[in-house]
């Protein structure tokens, strides 16, 4: 599972092309005032939006069911380079696909 939270790490951190490697072809994120955003509106939204220089993982859980499904679920704590701050509780579940993990679903709620 270590690659999986190094994955998760890279997707708060690094630009939209971490996402376009990762992303499972059918995907879904949650985001409290955004809603719910399939894969095409996901690319878009991260075309413009800043990145988060540093996240802290807190609280981390993982478990995997079987050969092909794994979730993780923790505290976020993440902060961009003017000092904007933000802390939510995400959840995401990786799928094999191709050979490879690749995350279907994301949702962060808010503190």
Same mark, same amino acid.
């Given at each position: 599972?270590?690659?999986?939270? !190094?994955?998760?790490?890279?997707?708060?951190?690094?630009?939209?092309?971490?996402?376009?490697?990762?992303?499972?072809?059918?995907?879904?994120?949650?985001?409290?005032?955004?809603?719910?955003?399939?894969?095409?509106?996901?690319?878009?939204?991260?075309?413009?939006?800043?990145?988060?220089?540093?996240?802290?993982?807190?609280?981390?859980?993982?478990?995997?069911?079987?050969?092909?499904?794994?979730?993780?679920?923790?505290?976020?704590?993440?902060?961009?380079?003017?000092? !904007?701050?933000?802390?939510?509780?995400?959840?995401? !579940?990786?799928?094999?696909?191709?050979?490879?993990?690749?995350?279907?679903?994301?949702?962060?709620?808010?503190?």
């Amino acid at each position: 599972m270590h690659d999986l939270w !190094t994955t998760e790490k890279r997707l708060w951190t690094d630009g939209i092309a971490a996402y376009q490697e990762v992303m499972a072809k059918d995907r879904t994120m949650v985001f409290g005032p955004m809603g719910i955003m399939r894969r095409t509106d996901i690319i878009q939204s991260l075309g413009d939006a800043p990145r988060w220089s540093n996240v802290i993982m807190s609280n981390e859980t993982e478990s995997i069911h079987g050969q092909a499904v794994g979730l993780l679920a923790y505290h976020a704590s993440a902060e961009q380079k003017d000092g !904007t701050r933000y802390e939510a509780f995400c959840t995401s !579940t990786y799928v094999q696909e191709d050979g490879h993990w690749r995350i279907a679903q994301h949702q962060q709620t808010p503190i």
